[in-house]
């Protein structure tokens, strides 16, 4: 009798099952594959070769597909070998989740068998784990172990990895525990698995869990129970979970072809790498290339100076970053005394004061600090812990210590860990400022995850790539696709040099196709600095190089050239300023120390997780709050903030009073209604009916609708849509009103005035993906409401049950169309007053040109108030755009919302203190086309341009950067041009 | 407000018009598509004097192009197409100055009405002087438009009932031939005798033309044997595409699966009947509005006819009838959806459903707005109504890997297999 084998060959590891005919399991093994699939399939085949006689084999994967294929055997999908597996092990389990390196799947086995994967773009799985491990600098482990400790949970977007990582930082940042942060890393994962695969359907009953992560890590399985409600009953956890789908596999090897191992052995090893896969040019052609290479970069260094017998003045710089610390100290005429580099590991307070204690060690009484000045993510709190002189934004930093090592730069690249940087120069001021956004990072931080997981160091894994033979065309997008990419690359059989060498290129490539968004590398300009820890790697400048065509400059020093440049920025201020700084003495810092506690601030609705760090002496930093309220500061009020008028206005407009006789109506207040909630509220109210309206935008209601979300691609306000409803079904309304509109409302500014597809179709998607919504509760008939005559018509048809005769609703409409006129009209004349009291000010003013429902506070995340208390009058698109002339584009200028945008840009570009930044929701596609017309405007008349990307994501220390930034270089630029 | 009386202002950059006189000098490239519509459709374009030629490039040089000059989040067809444009022109096959390219626009709430600007910046950067030629018929870019008269449309319209034809028969007969590449072979008999037509004035007679090309196909020996029948629906071009879909009929093929791809003439007939829907729904009405009426009419009765000779003449499946896949639209979905593929998507799901192929790839480009609703989200409602609907939607995109897309699709033919044998 042949014995079965099952071979599952997945992104990470290979296992392997041997069954005999009667299902009896003989062997099963698991192990990691570090990319050598066919060395390690060969392996397994080696140690089931002690077994006797001939088997039958089939091989099941993602990785597996191109080995079964050209080595001549059977396959079985992944997702169907489980569910053979299940049906004859488990012959009474309800359902089955698995968790794979870099899939997850649910399969549900009774009640209607379905199979169910995760899309391409989804994280919550062991890759997404394995990540979050490297970024919190412990082993999967050991972030098992302290999510065991865990005392809270904090909401981490596990969409994807980049996702999680911005949700992440600040926590770290702020001292949040790692057992915490463990811990919700898992239920992130457990959420995404429950809302984002299952989509609705319930995961009850007893449930089986599969694969790797949910085998090895105790606090996944946890979170998973206690999510689902399972008891250890109808949990289970098989001892061979990790080997589940070669079992399943070995099942469908039956009809496998019988042969024996030796012929299996030889067809594998003679298998060589597939035809498939794109290569480019190595980096380096020879050894001698290399030589003159590194001369050449050799030359840009900074002499040194002794710390330890120095004596006189020097400038200390400090960048903390979000990831590692630097510090810098310099003489007068900037040689360096010190310097430091080193990884955060969330406790980035303990390592500065640590490394300016071990510089006064040496210093002695020689050298005297006449100024201090830190940037970077930790700014305001080494500020208040350590009496630091200056902060300044980090972008300023990087542009004065370019500057240093080349007057004439006109274009700095600076690749870190966590973020792209790149700024063009005019005229020795930034004239333009370039960050990566949330969903094409690629950084850094990528090259090291996938050393870490090829079970090399970052430095070896690097080195191996510059002689590479043939680099691997990896694509340039985000982690995650490169993850897939490298998949790819590997079942094609490219070797881990090859690899290496591809990842270099692939992050050069993501950082000027899609940050800088080059057309040409003529475009970076002829003098370029590169910058940034990634650049210390050889690989990755050389791949610069290489796509560019241009040789660059990397200073010695391009790890540490935020804190050169804040050294820079204390010696260029500290003169003028100070008398001396006001950093801690030797003795105070010998006995600094500090408290840290998180509290929930209940100073708003929006209830921050707020951290609160105490020094010596009372003085105290405050993080994690999205406007001062939470700092202990009075808001400076809304008097220049046109956003929050908006808003107030639109939760102030259905009048509690009106009780009408004929029922209640809900209406969604998000997407269209944001701009259409006057209308229909008059509308309704004039007809008798009372108005109730959605709960509040929030991260839980959004949670409340998240299991009835289509398609976790769109928009973050359309996602939030699906809470808004259950809300207003929990409130028991006697129905939904929610209009489809193709058109919106013609304001003569452009071509045709569509809507977006999302905000003129949801309700679409809300009726079939809801079950809780029916004809009779749900009212969501297509209108045009240019279209007087059909409008009514189609009003009167749908709402026939409540029998209002057609002049009511003719009169009704008209209140409504006059009530959202005198919307209009006090946006419009708070627009006039902003601009009138700014310029009497001299205020700075920022247009927030975004969509109607841009205004929703958790879809801004608050910007307008950041930008309130950076001193700055916030403007809506809609507040301005009366302002601005018409305008003739490119693009087909056809949506309504959109044509708003382009005019409030025009407007901006005729106003000195007037500028515009885009907010942009993440995964909106008609915004490809808009952000680049509204670049286009703004700069054809030398305007800076600003785009912010929105999401879930709640993390504002970002922004805060790019804001600071965009001001900075609105003040340089005001300089150079003596204003 | 006082919006009326707001000057214009001009942020517009100049871009080269075609002018008559190009139509002598220039070739014109458009993207591929449907390879054998498209080889019909360059020979009529031919036959009124342009000079056009379909690209085939393909690789990771025309997707280098396309992420060089084209959004992250702009949609995948617009990359592809560009990708394609930029790596011809780079190639020394055409010469700059005597080319120009052409492409569609459906004037729709829908991003890819956009394609046009995207094309000129990326043009503007490297080939500034080569102009683009719009093909619409919602009155857009009228300076850089074909001069279509009505013999002209009508020949277009022809083509494609004929490439559409072929493409349903092909997919009928390719899986179960008996001779290897017998049906392939015939194929270009049929588009080279089509041509013939075209040429000859008899492209017209429609009822002759027809049958003989259900009789070629009739002709060819099969095997009778069941195998999976795979529908394809989705974005337009990513659906019909090789370069967009990475070859997914042939991967189906390879699969040993029958691919059903829906007609072209659905999508054409689907932006005619938008507009009529707008006067019905909206009441908007335009001089156009009698025009789109009379169009719709023909071609609902050319459809019927090519549909009636095919079931009473030969053993072949007609396509879908598209008065039929509306009534099939409205058991799922609003006609009112009607912004990129919009309700056509849903509604050719259900008539697949309907007809015994139950398994279908929804092909969307990766964000693609109209897909959020009318694709994945709707496809719950058609397995509501067809609980034997196994939907599995792929999105496509320049780093979405083969892998992880044919690992999806392999998920779904696992379960179509399964229900085969049931």
Redesign the interface.
């Known amino acids: 009798m042949a014995k079965l084998l099952g071979i599952d060959v997945g992104s990470t590891t290979v296992k392997a099952s041997v069954i005999d005919e009667e299902g009896k399991i003989l062997y099963s093994s698991y192990m990691r594959h570090f990319s050598r699939v066919r060395e390690c399939v060969l392996g397994e085949l080696e140690k089931v070769r002690s077994f006797s006689g001939s088997f039958k084999i089939c091989v099941t994967g ?2 597996g ?2 080995l079964s294929q050209r080595g001549k055997l059977n396959f ?5 070998a489980a569910f053979g597996a299940i049906k004859k092990f488990y012959p009474d389990v309800d359902a089955a989740v698995e968790l794979g390196g870099e899939d997850a799947k649910i399969i549900f086995v009774t009640g ?1 068998a379905e ?1 169910r ?1 995760n ?3 989804a994280g919550g799985t062991g890759a997404f784990i394995d990540q979050m491990a490297t970024l919190l600098d412990v082993s999967v482990e050991e972030m098992d172990r302290l999510a065991l400790q865990a005392e809270r949970v904090y909401p981490i977007a596990s969409r994807c990895g980049v996702f999680a990582k911005s949700d992440i930082q600040p926590l770290l940042n702020q001292g949040a525990s790692k057992a915490d942060i463990a811990a919700s890393i898992f239920q992130a994962v457990v959420d995404q698995t429950v809302s984002g695969l299952a989509q609705g359907r319930r995961i009850k009953g007893k449930v089986l869990f599969l694969g790797g992560p949910l085998y090895f890590f105790k606090g996944l399985r946890r979170a998973f129970q206690r999510t689902l409600s399972l008891d250890d009953e109808h949990a289970v956890f098989p001892e061979n979970a990790p080997c589940f789908m070669s079992l399943g596999a070995a099942m469908y090897a039956e009809n496998s072809k019988e042969e024996s191992l030796e012929a299996v052995c030889a067809r594998i090893s003679a298998l060589v790498g597939g035809g498939e896969i ?1 290569v480019s040019k190595p980096l380096f052609g020879s050894r001698e290339e290399y030589e003159e290479f590194l001369a050449r970069h050799r030359e840009n260094d900074l002499p040194q100076a002794d710390l330890e017998s120095y004596e006189g003045d020097a400038y200390l710089g400090i960048d903390s970053g979000s990831t590692t610390t630097k510090l810098m100290l310099i003489t007068p005429d900037c040689r360096v005394l010190y310097s430091h580099y080193q990884s955060n590991n969330g406790q980035p307070l303990d390592i500065v004061a640590g490394q300016i204690g071990r510089i006064y060690s040496l210093a002695g009484e020689r050298v005297v600090i006449r100024g201090a000045c830190v940037t970077g993510y930790g700014e305001d709190m080494m500020r208040a812990a350590l009496g630091i002189d200056f902060g300044v934004v980090e972008t300023m930093a990087h542009f004065k210590a370019a500057l240093y090592f080349n007057p004439d730069v006109d274009f700095i690249i600076d690749i870190g860990g966590q973020d792209i940087k790149c700024f063009k120069v005019k005229n020795r001021a930034i004239d333009s400022i370039m960050l990566n ?1 949330a ?2 990072s690629g950084c850094g931080s990528f090259i090291q995850t996938f050393a870490k997981a090829m079970g090399m160091e970052i430095e070896e894994f690097s080195r191996l790539g510059l002689f590479a033979k043939h680099p691997v ?1 990896l ?4 982690t995650v ?2 993850n ?2 490298v ?2 690359a590997q ?1 094609e059989g490219a070797s881990v040099e090859d690899i290496s060498a591809g990842l270099s290129s692939s992050i050069v ?1 993501n950082a000027i ?2 940050v800088i ?1 080059a ?2 590398p003529e475009e970076l300009g002829t003098h370029i600095v590169v910058q940034g820890g990634t650049f210390l790697n050889d690989a990755v400048l050389r791949a610069f190089e290489l796509e560019t065509g241009k040789n660059v400059v990397r200073p010695a020093i391009a790890g540490l050239m935020g804190a050169f440049g804040a050294a820079l920025y204390a010696k260029e201020n500290a003169a003028s300023a100070l008398p001396m700084s006001g950093i801690l003495t030797r003795k105070e810092l010998e006995s600094f120390s500090y408290e840290s506690r998180s509290i929930v601030c209940k100073g708003c609705t929006a209830h921050c997780n707020v951290n609160i760090l105490t020094f010596p002496g009372g003085r105290r930093y405050i993080s994690g709050n999205k406007c001062e309220r939470g700092a202990g500061l009075k808001p400076a009020g809304d008097l220049l903030d046109a956003y929050k008028f908006k808003y107030e206005l639109l939760l102030s407009l259905p009048d509690p009073e009106k009780q009408g006789a004929r029922g209640v109506v809900g209406l969604p207040l998000q997407l269209v209604m944001y701009d259409q909630l006057p209308l229909w509220t008059a509308f309704f109210e004039t007809c008798g009916f009372s108005v109730v309206l959605s709960e509040k935008s929030s991260r839980e209601l959004y949670f409340k609708g998240q299991h009835t979300v ?2 976790d ?2 928009c973050y306000p ?1 996602k939030l849509m699906h809470g808004h409803i259950e809300s207003l079904l929990d409130k028991g309304v006697d129905f939904i009103f929610y209009p ?1 509109e ?2 919106n409302l013609d ?3 452009s071509v ?1 005035h ?5 905000v ?3 309700p ?2 809300l ?3 809801n079950e809780r919504l029916t004809k009779e509760n749900f009212l969501m008939p ?3 409401l ?2 007087e ?3 009514i018509k ?1 009003l009167h048809k749908a709402l026939m049950k409540y029998k209002l005769p057609q002049s009511l609703i003719k009169k009704a409409l008209r209140a409504g169309f006059a009530a959202m006129e005198q919307f209009h009209g006090q946006i ?1 004349e708070k627009g006039r007053q902003i601009l009138a009291e700014a310029e009497r000010q001299g205020k700075q003013v920022v247009i927030l040109t975004g969509r109607p429902y841009h205004a929703d506070p958790e879809i801004n995340h608050g910007i307008n108030k950041l930008l309130d208390s950076l001193g700055v009058a916030v403007l809506s698109e809609d507040a301005a755009f ?1 302002y ?9 200028n ?2 309504t919302y959109h044509a708003r945008m ?1 005019r409030a840009a ?1 407007l901006a570009t005729r106003r000195k203190n007037v500028h515009v930044v885009q907010l942009v929701s993440f ?7 808009t ?3 509204v670049r ?2 703004l700069e ?1 008349k030398g305007k800076l341009y600003t785009q912010i990307k929105i999401d879930e994501i709640n993390n504002l220390g970002v922004v805060k950067i790019r804001l600071r930034s965009m001001l900075a270089a609105i003040e340089e630029q005001m300089k150079e041009h003596g204003n | 407000m006082e919006t009326e009386t707001k000057p214009t202002v001009d942020f517009s950059d100049d871009f080269p018009k075609f002018t008559r006189e190009m139509k002598k000098t220039h070739t014109i490239l458009i993207p591929d598509m449907l390879p054998r519509h498209f080889e019909l459709l360059r020979h009529v374009l031919g036959m009124h004097g342009y000079h056009v030629e379909v690209l085939k490039n393909e690789g990771s040089k025309v997707i280098d192009e396309g992420l060089k000059h084209v959004h992250n989040d702009a949609c995948f067809p617009a990359l592809c197409v560009i990708g394609q444009f930029l790596d011809a022109l780079k190639s020394g096959e055409y010469d700059p100055d005597r080319t120009a390219v052409l492409i569609t626009q459906s004037g729709g709430g829908c991003r890819a009405s956009n394609y046009i600007p995207l094309i000129r910046r990326a043009l503007k950067a490297e080939f500034p002087q080569v102009p683009v030629l719009s093909l619409n018929f919602a009155g857009l870019e009228k300076e850089n438009g074909l001069e279509l008269d009505l013999k002209f449309l009508l020949q277009l319209a022809y083509a494609i009932f004929y490439g559409d034809l072929l493409m349903s028969l092909f997919n009928q007969t390719r899986p179960y031939e008996v001779n290897a590449g017998e049906s392939e072979q015939v194929l270009g008999d049929c588009v080279s005798h089509l041509k013939e037509c075209f040429s000859n004035g008899s492209y017209h007679k429609f009822k002759r033309n027809v049958l003989d090309l259900l009789k070629a196909f009739s002709k060819i020996p099969v095997k009778a044997e069941k195998k999976v029948k795979v529908g394809i629906v989705g974005e337009i071009y990513v659906k019909y595409s090789p370069l967009g879909n990475s070859h997914l009929e042939d991967f189906l093929l390879a699969e040993n699966c029958e691919p059903v791809v829906p007609a072209l003439m659905d999508f054409i007939m689907y932006c005619v009947v938008n507009n009529l829907n707008d006067s019905k729904f909206y009441g908007r009405r335009d001089k156009t509005t009698p025009l789109f009426a009379v169009a719709y009419r023909w071609l609902v009765a050319k459809q019927r006819k090519v549909l009636r000779l095919t079931e009473k003449y030969s053993r072949f499946e007609p396509q879908h009838e598209f008065e039929h896949l509306r009534k099939c639209a409205d058991a799922v979905i609003n006609q009112g959806v009607k912004m990129g593929e919009g309700w056509l998507i849903p509604a050719e799901m259900a008539a697949l459903c309907e007809t015994g192929t139950e398994n279908v790839v929804c092909a969307q480009p990766f964000g693609c707005l109209p897909n959020h609703i009318a694709g994945k989200g709707a496809s719950r409602a058609v397995k509501k109504l067809y609980p034997r609907a196994n939907i599995v939607p792929v999105d496509y995109d320049p780093s979405a890997t083969k892998v992880n897309q044919e690992n999806r699709i392999k998920l779904m033919l696992a379960t179509a297999r399964e229900n085969l044998q049931r």
Not at chain 1, 76 to 80: L, N, P, R, S
Not at chain 1, 754 to 758: D, E, G, K, R
Not at chain 1, 885 to 891: A, D, L, W
Request: contains cysteine; glycine residues 8%.
């Open positions: 993602s990785a597909l191109g079985v999908q992944e997702v169907q209607g199979q994967m899309g391409s773009c794109a956004e969903c094409s065309e694509g340039s997008r985000c696709f490169m897939s990419s998949k790819q079942k490539k196709y899609k968004r057309r040409t289509a398609s691609t769109a359309a489809c193709s058109y304001e003569h500014s045709n569509y809507n977006c597809p999302v003129a179709y949801y679409e998607l009726k079939a993906n297509y209108l045009d240019n279209e005559k059909a409008t189609t419009v009366e601005g002339n018409k305008v003739k584009v490119n693009v087909l056809q949506w382009y025009e995964g909106c596609g008609i915004d490809a086309v952000t680049d017309e286009h405007i054809s």
